[in-house]
């Protein structure tokens, strides 16, 4: 099992940015997950799809509604991923997620889907106001 605690939420003005984290624990997270991801909640909407970064770091998948903005990166040596929020939006709040694939999928585009993650955190909350 792994246990995922998301950080780094907060209220903050249309522009601006954030850094979420996420920390894993529980089994080895480089060894066993496939691929991390983030999602977002927005009130009385579904959890949608963020970004997704695969075990190695180096391919990595975004919405289109997040290009250019968002990055995501992870440290293995830290068990940690790592979304950094920049030009916010008010459109982007939401409570945001970060999970984990214990799964090899050939492409990236499978782990835009919720189905494809095994573990979730509580998720943290942001809030952009304009």
């Known amino acids: 099992q792994v246990a995922l605690v998301e950080s780094g939420g907060g209220a903050v003005q249309a522009g601006g940015s954030l850094r979420l984290s996420c920390a894993a624990s529980?089994?080895?997270?480089?060894?066993?997950?496939?691929?991390m991801g983030w999602f977002r909640q927005a009130p009385g909407k579904e959890r949608e799809f963020v970004a997704a970064?695969?075990?190695?770091?180096?391919?990595?998948v975004y919405a289109d509604s997040v290009k250019g903005r968002f990055t995501i990166s992870r440290d293995n040596a830290w068990n940690t991923v790592y979304l950094q929020i920049n030009s916010l939006k008010p459109e982007d709040t939401a409570v945001y997620y970060c999970?984990?694939?214990?799964?090899?999928?050939?492409?990236?585009?499978?782990?835009?889907?919720?189905?494809?993650?095994?573990?979730w955190g509580q998720g943290t909350q942001v809030t952009v106001s304009s």
């Open positions: 999970a984990a694939s214990f799964t090899y999928y050939t492409s990236n585009g499978a782990y835009t889907s919720l189905s494809a993650y095994d573990a």
């Open positions: 529980g089994r080895t997270f480089s060894s066993y997950s496939m691929a």
């Open positions: 970064i695969r075990r190695s770091g180096d391919s990595t």
